[in-house]
Structure formats: C-alpha cells, structure tokens
C-alpha cells in the first residue's frame, strides 16, 4: 500500500492535527496527581512529553497509559488544531500530502478516519502502527517508514523532536518541525522548525519552489 501513495509530504496527526496531549495530561493529573502544581501549559512545556514527567513513572501509570493509547473512545472528540484543516488544502494545492503517518494503534483506524473527515482533512491513505507493537518505540517506528519510503516521502509535518534523533544519518527527506522554534541543532537531518501552521505552510511553499514544483 505504501508502495503506491503519491509523492509528497507526509503529515502526523497528534498535536500536529488535534490537540491530544491536554486529554492526557489532564487525566494523568486527574489519577495520579500534579504535584508540582502545574498547568498542562506548564507541564507541557517543562517535559515536552508526559513519559518524562518523573512522577509520572510507576507501573500504574504505564498500564493507564497503555489503556489511554488503545481506548478508542478517547480519539474520538479530540479537538482540532486552529486553521490545521484550513492550511493543509492549502499546501496540497501546490505539494501533494502523501499519507498521514501515525503511531496511533491500528486498532483504532476507524476512529481516527471518521475524525479527519469530520473535520475536513483530506481523503489520503493512512499509515498507523501496527497494533501488535505496542506503546514503546514510536519513533523508531515512524522513521523506519520514513527512510524505506524516502524515494516517495519528501518529508514529514510532525511536533514531535524526539523522531529526529531516531532517523538514520543519511536520511534526506525534510522534518517540518511543528510547533517548535528551537530544536537540535547537532543533526545532520534536514529540520525546518515551524512555530505555527501559518510557517508551516510558508517553509513548504518555499521548498515546493525550491523543487520546482511551482
Ligand atoms: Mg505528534
């Protein structure tokens, strides 16, 4: 299936779609507590991601975790990013977004599509994780897709830093590092960090030139 998706950009759906960490900082606070008394602004910003949150680390919260990844419930009504929808027609009217490409479980395929329709994405293919590999280990997933798929993916739009550290070296494609102006700066991975979807789209209007796509 991958084999057959057009070139193009490919696209993350969490946090870089819908805004997801908020439903899960918001029960891991709910269940096992805010001790430092922060904001999910805060705490968001202080750990980037909540498996670095140190009183966040039993066992317990690893099994709530694990629940929350596969509860399909829970991707259900995840709210939108402002003006995501809006910005990625725009971008596909001069690069075509290949695939979206996501570590949420396969298992809930069925969800995530009804919700990108219902918020006006585009109909593309969908490249989820296989639901049998479980939690750990997203970024080395999604980077092995990018890099056995570069001849077709150009790049990825995603918020997530940590997917740079796990792409191989060579790698060629473009991390449009969403939501982020700072990033490593040690990499020989080519990153454009975009604060908003409005640099987002700038950044890849000008690599479209720069291919001469337009
Ligand atoms: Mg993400």
């Known amino acids: ?50 498996d670095a949150v140190p009183y966040w680390e039993s066992e317990e919260v690893i099994q709530w975790k694990i629940a929350k990844y596969y509860d399909v419930a829970g991707y259900k009504n ?71 798929y570069e001849d077709r993916l150009l790049g990825i739009i995603d918020d997530n830093p940590g997917l740079i550290a796990s792409l191989p070296p060579t790698y060629d494609g473009t991390v449009f590092l969403y939501s982020h102006l700072d990033y490593p700066h040690d990499t020989t991975i080519n990153v454009i960090p975009c604060k908003d979807w409005d640099s987002v789209y700038l950044e890849i209007f000008r690599m479209a030139r720069l291919f001469g796509k337009i």
């Open 1 to 50: 299936m991958i084999e057959d998706i057009q070139k193009g950009i490919a696209l993350d759906i969490d946090d870089t779609l819908s805004i997801t960490h908020v439903s899960w900082y918001q029960g891991l606070m709910d269940t096992f507590g805010n001790p430092e008394n922060l904001t999910i602004q805060e705490i968001a910003k202080k750990y980037s991601h909540s």
């Open 78 to 148: 995840l709210p939108i990013i402002e003006n995501a929808h809006h910005l990625v027609e725009r971008i596909s009217q001069f690069l075509p977004i290949s695939c979206y490409l996501t570590a949420r479980p396969e298992s809930t395929r069925e969800v995530t599509q009804e919700w990108l329709q219902k918020h006006g994405f585009p109909e593309i293919p969908l490249i989820m994780k296989p639901t049998e590999l479980g939690r750990s280990n997203h970024n080395p997933w999604k980077a092995s897709i990018l890099a056995e």
